[in-house]
């Protein structure tokens, strides 16, 4: 997401992610009806969808230049070789009975973390101001 869309639509794809975390957040940790995790995590990815959507109809889309793409393709590296980290962990705490784990809650994880890092190392870099 680019500093430089408009902000209604930064909002929209903004609150379109903290619903799908939300959803599965809810699906990890809580014992809920499915309906509702399957409510919030497709109302969220409808939203981050039409945000994205609206912001490159109207051609408001995010500008992209070399120091964006840089920094999200670092982000998006970092992002990976963290979920990487977190899925030997988990794979490890399974195998030695740490923790039980189902293909819900690996998945439901997995999710969680990749769009968490991804963010995070994407807001970190912009604010350093560069990916050296």
Not at 93 to 99: K, Q, W
Request: without cysteine; aromatic residues 16%.
């Amino acid at each position: 997401m680019s500093a430089n869309m408009p902000k209604k639509y930064r909002n929209r794809i903004l609150a379109g992610t903290l619903i799908l975390l939300v959803g599965i957040f809810v699906e990890i940790f809580m014992e809920l009806d499915q309906i509702i995790t399957i409510t919030l995590v497709t109302m969220g990815s409808v939203i981050i969808l039409y945000g994205i959507l609206y912001a490159l109809k109207y051609g408001e889309g995010p500008i992209q230049d070399e120091w964006s793409r840089k920094i999200g393709s670092i982000s998006l590296s970092y992002s990976w070789i963290t979920t990487f980290f977190v899925l030997t962990g988990m794979f490890w705490m399974n195998y030695f009975e740490i923790i039980s784990l189902d293909v819900n809650s690996v998945i439901g994880v997995v999710f969680f973390v990749m769009i968490i890092t991804a963010n995070l190392f994407q807001l970190y870099f912009r604010r350093k101001g560069d990916v050296e």
